[in-house]
């Protein structure tokens, strides 16, 4: 049993959550269910209800109130069953505080008086209380007003990082609920936190940042509950009781890293017995709506693994160089000993160049820790808010010689369940697949951003439009990307306009003031149809709906009656390899080509959506208009030859995965694209457009070994050749690192960039053959189409109802393929040269060889 998005149910903000199950072993399909909700010891059962639905079922009762407890578990009827299946394990779903008038608690931060406009000190704040008696619950409301890391008794609440994550602050500030009850003790007790600036005040953006982007101060917002055995309740919220005092850490920034101090640090702070010196002042109190505290719908960033050194080098200075092998999100942990004053100083970056860290790429973000020793034996040491994104690490004042153990690379990233896997006979492939996999890692951390190592590191809407496909297959990023879109859509202009990149920040010249761009845009209409098929989450399609009609109607607005959008700021096919290195946008394929087909696009996509939401009025206007843009657009751009006016890669592509050309006009395209791939040398020739749509348009077109061409292709560009110039990551330009070693010039000269990965989708659905067919993976079609000398390959995902898994192999007569479908699924699997096959759940093996590819 899951709840809405989230593995756990402990603090939900939602009084109705919806409920999710997977059938037994063996079920095969779900006749009925009984629900039960266990409130206190007042049990509601549903009784039986007949249907098959499992996923994002509707609560079954009374509304959750704040703070309450129920314990939920379901039973199900399938066919053959002589009654229904043993009752699942309870699981407890908790509310968070569902009412603004909960909270007691106001941001409280440093009391002194602080210059704005300079890099600030971070502060930390305390409280002493008492609790009188045994303590039965305790319960931890707590955000802020930049970073926190909060302390109970000396012990740390939770693991996550970065928290609260980034939000459009002024509507909506991420709060979350702990179990604190074992932190506490009866008698003396102290509560404290680490503050830092993050995103809401510290210097963040293009050329040279933004300060106090959200407001000047740095505060905790915190409210502790605390129940006793005997009912009684005590709430220590934050308020001027609190003290603050500068802490150990001297400086902290996302982009610049940080500096700590051990020789300040009491590490008996947060406890009954810190000191109580005159540093700690009282604190200064703020203000903070709670009607915009909001519980979190995704899991949070934390540490989900560790990495070793693979190589240590000591330089002649007496530096020393680390290499850990992979480009990954995270920070240095070190355990060092040297005496006190002694600065340890780590550095990062993503590639060396003439043996040295490579940071032009990095541009202002300095990506430099700090660390002062105390002298008082080993310490472990770790920053606690910022990120880096590296391969590389130097450092410099190390005493002595440095053990390869000593240090470890901690990798961050928002905590989602994996639920996508590849691979196959290739090896140069399976690292394709694994370098996307990092740079999904590595750019969704809170938002999914674009970059996590310069000074940028936003959520750019055009990248996430591309690679959602992707996305959501490898991992269940639902709950984390509703989030986000939930803030593209307070970020939405009156007139319907979708900012570059949410949440916005200054940007100008180029992206302040915001104008509406194709493709990134289109974020609007194509990421919520994505997830929902993907998920199966209607509900997230409707709340995002009024926002992907608000974008359409502004396309139609500025096409005008001839339905081209034919003006105004576009980056086109962005990043195309044609495009010089100074001007990205400038490539092969007319802009406003673009521009119009995304229009068709997004509004065929809307009228999609307005069909699952049963309205059939708006269903029937945006399907007329998205055919009124499709015969505009082959008006414009379709020559009678049946060439397109931009004869690109990009602009066939465009034209056949959209559905925008007729019969004819659409082999046509998908043969001169095979035509301009192999004329190349199946070279990449598309940037952010063309490139996740390029395998499906020529496979679509009767070319799939063409496809498998240029998936091959290990030249520049291609998707290949990063991997042969040993990248662990997918880079932002093809020639991030150009054949003769040195670094791209171009001012943008990213190493973790998951936008050219979106082919992972293609390598899912064609090379692996999984497919969904209907929302939520309720119907599957397994269809492998090898080629390229591919010899096998094996694909999982873990649906929403279970796992789906193909794996096919190669033989002498044939194909022979291993199927998995998910209970409660219905399926199709069409091996090549045979008719399809109905599939039942459960295991399934086939060869090609036999009559009609059914079961061997």
Partial sequence: MSFEHLTDGLGIGVPAPRLTWTLPSGAGRQEAYELELDRSGAVHRTGRVAGPGQVLVDWPGAPLASRERVAVRVRVWTPGADGPSPWSEPRAVEAGLLDPADWRAVPVGAGWDEDPRAERRPARVRKDFRLDRPVARARLYVSAHGLYEVEINGRRVGDEALAPGWTVYPHRLRYRTHDVTGHLAEGANTIGAWLADGWYRGKYGFDGGTRNIYGTDQSLLAQLEVTHADGSTVVIATDGTWSAAPGPLLASGLYEGETFDARLHDPHWATPRGTRSADWTPVRTGSRDPRTLVAPQGPPVRCTQEVTPVAVRRTDDGRHLLDFGQNLVGRLRVTVDGPAGTAVTLRHAEVLQDGELATRPLREAHATDTLILAGQGPLTWEPRFTLHGFRYAEVTGWPGELAADAVTARVYHTDMRRTGWFECSDPLVNRLHENVVWSMRGNFV???????????????????????????????????????LT????????????????????????????????????????????????????????????????????????????????????????????????DPAAGRTDRYLVATAYFAHSARHLARAAAELGDDADAARYTALADEVADAFRRRY??????????????????????????????????????????????????????????????????????????????CPSWLYPVTMGATTVWERWDSLRPDGTLNPGGMTSFNHYALGAVADWLHRVVGGIDATAPGYREIAFRPRPGGGITWARTRHETPYGTASLSWELTATGLTARVTVPEGCRATAELPGCAPVALAPGEHVLDSAGPAGKAA
Wanted: glycine letters at 10%.
């Fill in 446 to 484: 809170d938002i999914p951003t674009d970059c996590p190592q310069r000074d940028e590191r936003l959520g750019w809407t055009g990248d996430i439009q591309v690679f959602a496909p992707t996305a959501s297959f490898l991992y269940d990023c639902a709950g984390m990307l509703d989030s986000w």
């Fill in 487 to 582: 803030d593209v859509g307070l970020e939405q202009l009156p007139d319907g306009t979708i900012p570059w990149y949410v949440p916005v920040i200054p940007g100008e010249p180029m992206w302040t003031p915001v104008r509406p761009g194709a493709a990134w845009g289109d974020v609007a209409t194509l990421t919520p149809w994505t997830l929902y098929r993907r998920f199966g989450d209607l509900d997230l399609l409707r709340r995002h709906y009024p926002m992907a009609r608000a974008w359409v109607e502004l396309m139609a607005r500025l096409a005008g009656p001839g339905r081209l959008w034919d003006t105004g700021f576009q980056l086109g096919d962005w990043l195309d390899p044609a495009a010089p290195p100074d």
């Fill in 638 to 715: 379709v020559l009678p030859s049946g060439r397109m006016t931009s004869d690109s890669p990009t602009a066939y592509a465009l034209g056949v995965a959209f559905g925008l050309l007729t019969g004819r006009q659409r082999q046509a395209a998908g043969d001169r694209l095979a035509e301009l791939v192999l004329a190349d040398d199946a070279r990449i020739a598309t940037g952010f457009v063309g490139t996740p749509l390029i395998c499906d348009a020529l496979t679509d077109t009767g070319h799939l070994d063409v496809a498998y061409r240029l998936l091959l292709q290990t030249e």
